[in-house]
């Protein structure tokens, strides 16, 4: 069967739905979408659940594989470091990498959504459907039973059938992932608020935009990212029990209270404070795992249906963009895609590096609440930013790794591993940075693999 006679089912109009449904229509698959929420387009997006993503290279580059990297990033704007407000309110600067052209963008969630769907609908393979929710698989059969808003059943035929329909994914539960236990679910045990801050009166941003603002207190943290309408997300994130949790944030004057002893700074810039807390939804964070992703040769799991993350590494959309740059680079690799080998093969490829990226994700928690507002972190980090100038090709930071490279996410958590005990060995030595011994760096970066400027590109 030829590729224009295959049809692709997408369980999943969100991001990693939508863009696989480019991606494969491009290649001359026919494609049909069901998206459970409605059409986003023309619509003002729900408040309270968008978390504003950090746009970096491997979501750039998946977009770039479907024709759309130049116009999402006329949607984006720069940080080139974290803000570090601490409870005085001073704030210190941590840029991202030693190379100015080196970092992460900020994009509206239900804005990337809208521009990936818009695309399309203009495409003749693609067709659309929203408002429908997936209800049963049959595997044997190659159909799958949709409900309508009504709650009315109807029955299609696929040939290839993909889910990406987020962390609660209906479609890994119609294939059974759950049932043949192949699927694990871990709460943080946090969870986390949308606030607002909007644009000052005058139209300006309230705070320097070109930064990921972060009020880091131990066990729990603010942070904002810049709109293009010059506003700020803010989201609070917080354990759901304990002092503080959310749990004992019930009434006003305890939020108050609250923001007033932790975030005096901020406060101001929140107006509506009050309003967003106890109106918006308290968000829950967990980590999804699947140890299978595909099944009957022609259906696939991916995105957050296979691999949902804490959202700590800025690489939740990333991840699930690079599912698809990655499944598209093993499509245009053949001739002849052969899918049932394909599919395994994809899940053997991306599931480690799936793995890698969650549990650093969980890592860089820990860093953004607590540890940026450390000594010891700030002379660790500085040293990093400066071996990455000394040695290029043989030191590049995790966090650079991560986000500025297409480096696979195992690779790169094997690799910060080792540069975690460089940088822990230089700077107990040393306690200081003009006491760092750059001779002993320079031996121990040695044995460092060395990472080729086109890993980065």
Known sequence: MSQSNLHAVIGGGGLAGSLLALALAQRGYRVTVFEKRSDLRGKAAPGGRSINLALSERGLYALGKVGLAEKALSQTIPMRGRLIHDLSGATNFLPYSSQSSEFIRSISRPGLNRMLLEEASLHPNIELHFDVSVEEVNQKEKTIVVLNAQKQPSKHTFDLLFGTDGAGSAVRKSLGFEAEKLFSIEMLGHSYKELEMPSLPN???????????????????????????????????????????????????????????????????????????????????????????????????????????????????????????????????????????????????????????????????????????????????????????????????????????????????????????????????????????????????????????????
């Not at 759901?240 to 901020?266: C, M, V, Y």
């Not at 990226?357 to 860089?364: C, G, S």
């Not at 002379?379 to 696979?408: D, G, I, M, Q």
Request: contains cysteine; aromatic residues 10%; glycine residues 6%.
């Open 203 to 457: 139209g300006d941003f309230a705070m320097s935009p070109e930064a990921l603002h972060i009020w880091p207190r131990g066990t729990y943290m603010l942070i904002a990212l810049p709109n293009l309408d010059r506003s700020f997300t803010c989201t609070l994130f917080l354990p759901n029990d304990g002092s503080p949790g959310f749990n004992q944030l019930i009434s006003p004057i305890a939020l108050h209270t609250f923001f007033r002893e932790q975030f005096a700074d901020a406060l101001p810039l929140l107006p509506s404070l009050e309003e967003d807390f106890f109106s918006n939804p308290t968000g829950s964070l967990g980590t999804v795992r699947c140890s299978s992703w595909t099944t009957g040769g022609h259906s696939l799991i991916l995105g957050d249906a296979a691999h949902a993350i804490v959202p700590f590494f800025g690489q939740g959309m990333n991840a699930a963009f690079e599912d698809v740059s990655v499944l598209c680079d093993m499509m245009d690799a053949s001739t002849s895609t052969d899918w049932p080998r394909l599919l395994t093969d994809f899940e053997s490829s991306r599931i480690p590096n799936t793995n890698a990226i969650a549990d650093m994700a969980l890592e860089n928690y820990i860093e953004m609440r607590d540890l940026v507002a450390d000594d010891a972190f700030k002379l660790r980090r500085r040293v990093a930013l400066e071996l990455e100038v000394r040695y290029p090709n043989r030191f590049t930071p995790r966090y650079s790794l991560v986000s500025f490279s297409r480096v696979p996410y195992k690779t790169v958590q094997d690799i910060g591993g080792r540069q975690s005990e460089i940088l822990f060995a230089l700077c107990q030595e040393a306690g200081q940075f003009e006491k760092i011994d750059w001779s002993r760096a320079e031996q121990l970066v040695s044995d460092l693999p060395e990472i080729h400027p086109e890993s980065r590109d």
